[in-house]
């Protein structure tokens, strides 16, 4: 999503975080019954590349291609090629970046835009048609290429002969070429061949620094294509999440998870840390008391969320575009607290092998926007941003 600007975000969006200190919540602890889970696609691994804003995205758009086919059978399932939409927007970014004479961001991250924008204009590929992995891993891998092709960008940006040939781009598509292969031009999926239809899809956020029931490209560097995502309320913001899993739909959403409570082992929680250091002994307040059962009340307080509070997260930057994931369901723990289930990116990781549990106020506090079919918001907040 972001572009990395310190070593803990590279480290989050790549699958190799590490917390600065214990979590103060594990999934021990919890015992989830799922109340509303939707069809989604197998957990994939972005591995060792900054590419969660294209897992996410192309999960999301398997699950709409799922719903609109009716599909029952998980043989039949879509299984798009990441890397076929990470090569078209490497190349199409590099292309802004010389226009931009290098003022733009020009790194692995991106957002749920970019994959639309490449499904629109290029199509889709599948996996089996395009690994795009021609150096030599079976999983992505791609720190150097992201290097050689910031470095051979900057060097057109200098503009040694102080006028720009007409041969550059094909270097970009060369770099591509060389480290993940050429695109079987034949195997492509044309959008209007996909079964859905990619003008349906509408971004959304909740924010006060733009008028609400408008629509603003969100100010992240990652967002270099400036996809607007609609402006709304905060309740209604998450009246579109329950609408959309209540009516079979899912969620591409995309947020912070450098939060205490974004844990290894599965769980999304907005962890009061300031109650916490107000409780009593240190194992009682990391781990709950060695003789009780399962709490009546959760075991941590979590921070409760209100549109003032969301904003001063984003003015004040606690609130980053950190990573994309895709929300499918909803569930409850045994202390009847909400909770969203989220595919992943990493893997087969944590207790829920690669499915996080993300409270309902983690999801107010620290999304910062969301993609859905417009058919999965309510008719009434459709009609206050004028959309049909």
Same mark, same amino acid.
């Given at each position: 999503?972001?572009?990395?600007?310190?070593?803990?975000?590279?480290?989050?969006?790549?699958? #190799?975080?590490?917390?600065?200190?214990?979590?103060?919540?594990?999934?021990?602890?919890?015992?989830?019954?799922?109340?509303?889970?939707?069809?989604?696609?197998?957990?994939?691994?972005?591995?060792? !590349?900054?590419?969660?804003?294209?897992? !996410?995205?192309?999960?999301?758009?398997? !699950?709409? @291609?799922?719903?609109?086919?009716?599909?029952?059978?998980?043989?039949? &399932?879509?299984?798009?090629?990441?890397?076929?939409?990470?090569?078209?927007?490497?190349?199409?970014?590099?292309?802004?970046?010389?226009?931009? =004479?290098?003022?733009?961001?020009?790194? #692995?991250?991106?957002?749920?835009?970019?994959?639309?924008?490449?499904?629109?204009?290029?199509?889709?590929?599948?996996?089996?048609?395009?690994?795009?992995?021609?150096?030599?891993?079976?999983?992505?891998?791609?720190?150097?290429?992201? #290097?050689?092709?910031?470095? &051979?960008? %900057?060097?057109?940006?200098?503009?040694?002969?102080?006028?720009?040939?007409?041969?550059?781009?094909?270097?970009?598509?060369? @770099?591509?070429?060389?480290?993940?292969?050429?695109?079987?031009?034949?195997?492509? @999926?044309?959008?209007?061949?996909?079964?859905?239809?990619?003008? %349906?899809?509408?971004?959304?956020? !909740?924010?006060t620094h733009h008028p609400f029931y408008t629509a603003f490209a969100m100010e992240v560097e990652d967002n270099w294509r400036c996809?607007?995502?609609?402006?709304?309320?905060?309740?209604?913001?998450?009246?579109?999440? =329950?609408?959309?899993? %209540?009516?079979?739909?899912? *969620? #591409?959403?995309?947020?912070?998870?450098?939060?205490?409570?974004?844990?290894?082992?599965?769980?999304?929680?907005?962890?009061?840390?300031?109650?916490?250091?107000?409780?009593?002994?240190?194992?009682?307040?990391?781990?709950?008391?060695?003789?009780?059962?399962?709490?009546?009340?959760?075991?941590?307080?979590?921070?409760?969320?209100?549109?003032?509070?969301?904003?001063?997260?984003?003015?004040?930057?606690?609130?980053?575009?950190?990573?994309?994931?895709?929300?499918?369901?909803?569930?409850?723990?045994?202390?009847?607290?909400?909770?969203?289930?989220?595919?992943?990116?990493?893997?087969?990781?944590?207790?829920?092998?690669?499915?996080?549990?993300?409270?309902?106020?983690?999801?107010?506090?620290?999304?910062?926007?969301?993609?859905?079919?417009?058919?999965? *918001?309510?008719?009434? @907040?459709?009609?206050?941003?004028?959309?049909?």
């Open positions: 999503m972001k572009k990395i600007l310190s070593l803990a975000l590279v480290a989050l969006c790549l699958n #190799a975080f590490a917390q600065k200190a214990p979590s103060p919540v594990s999934a021990k602890d919890y015992q989830f019954t799922t109340v509303k889970e939707n069809p989604v696609t197998s957990i994939k691994n972005q591995y060792r !590349s900054g590419t969660c804003w294209c897992f !996410s995205t192309l999960s999301f758009l398997e !699950s709409e @291609i799922i719903k609109a086919k009716n599909l029952k059978d998980p043989a039949q &399932y879509p299984d798009f090629s990441e890397m076929f939409v990470v090569r078209k927007a490497y190349y199409d970014r590099a292309i802004k970046y010389v226009r931009m =004479d290098g003022k733009m961001n020009f790194a #692995a991250g991106s957002d749920f835009g970019d994959v639309m924008e490449v499904a629109k204009t290029y199509g889709l590929a599948l996996q089996g048609d395009y690994s795009g992995l021609q150096y030599g891993y079976d999983k992505p891998v791609q720190a150097e290429l992201d #290097a050689v092709l910031k470095g &051979y960008v %900057d060097a057109v940006v200098r503009n040694p002969n102080k006028k720009l040939t007409k041969v550059w781009p094909k270097g970009v598509e060369g @770099i591509l070429d060389a480290y993940m292969g050429e695109i079987p031009e034949d195997k492509v @999926i044309k959008a209007d061949a996909l079964g859905i239809n990619l003008d %349906d899809y509408l971004g959304f956020t !909740s924010y996809t607007p995502s609609w402006n709304v309320p905060l309740d209604e913001f998450m009246a579109i999440i =329950d609408y959309a899993v %209540d009516k079979g739909y899912t *969620v #591409a959403w995309g947020g912070d998870v450098s939060e205490p409570g974004f844990t290894r082992d599965g769980l999304a929680i907005l962890v009061d840390t300031e109650a916490l250091a107000t409780s009593g002994s240190d194992q009682e307040r990391w781990v709950g008391k060695a003789d009780e059962k399962p709490a009546e009340k959760p075991a941590v307080k979590e921070i409760e969320v209100t549109q003032e509070l969301r904003q001063e997260y984003y003015d004040e930057k606690t609130s980053t575009d950190d990573h994309g994931m895709h929300l499918y369901g909803i569930a409850k723990d045994q202390n009847g607290v909400k909770y969203y289930l989220i595919k992943n990116s990493w893997g087969e990781t944590g207790e829920y092998k690669g499915i996080w549990y993300m409270t309902e106020n983690f999801v107010k506090g620290k999304t910062l926007n969301i993609l859905v079919n417009k058919n999965a *918001v309510p008719k009434d @907040i459709l009609k206050k941003i004028g959309v049909k």
